[in-house]
């Protein structure tokens, strides 16, 4: 009868210590020490914002205005700790790409965010209003401000997903 007792107890402290079930983290979620971004809410509306305001000075062929919103998403000001401005050869390569091509129009068709520096915008653009393909952007947030940048393949970027 005595054992029966401890038994039970030992049985009873057993079931109640496990049914406090997982406490609820207060602390924001991380990705590799950094807060994770917001798939939605003001993460996801600032890249939008930046997107598209880029993508209408394009198709109004505001080359210079639309080449001021990009930023080089690869070299970081150690000091500001934001992305420099685009090398004058790098713009250049740009305004010749944008020429080029007569953009007419472009929907966004996904935002992966990954972490602080590593996300990408897939924009479908619209070439003389029938020839559809994809750029893709790589915003960054460094001292809680986002940046916009193009992704550069010859940096080694590659599309994170590939076209649904």
Not at 78 to 107: C, H, W
Not at 120 to 125: A, D, I, P, Y
Request: one cysteine or more.
């Amino acid at each position: 009868m005595k054992y029966s007792k401890i038994i039970l107890v030992a049985i009873l402290v057993a079931v109640l210590s496990s049914c406090g079930g997982k406490k609820e983290s207060t602390e924001p979620e991380q990705i590799n020490g950094m807060p994770a971004m917001k798939t939605e809410g003001a993460d996801s509306a600032a890249v939008r914002k930046l997107v598209s305001d880029f993508m209408e000075q394009v198709i109004a062929k505001e080359f210079d205005m639309a080449l001021g919103m990009l930023s080089d998403t690869y070299a970081i000001d150690s000091v500001t700790g934001e992305p420099m401005p685009l090398s004058q050869s790098v713009a250049d390569a740009y305004r010749s790409t944008f020429k080029e091509f007569n953009i007419t129009d472009y929907t966004i068709r996904q935002i992966t965010f990954s972490d602080y520096k590593d996300n990408e915008v897939r924009c479908e653009v619209v070439i003389d209003g029938a020839i559809p393909t994809n750029w893709y952007f790589k915003p960054i947030k460094c001292v809680g401000k986002w940046y916009l940048g193009m992704r550069d393949t010859s940096r080694g970027d590659r599309p994170m997903h590939m076209d649904d």
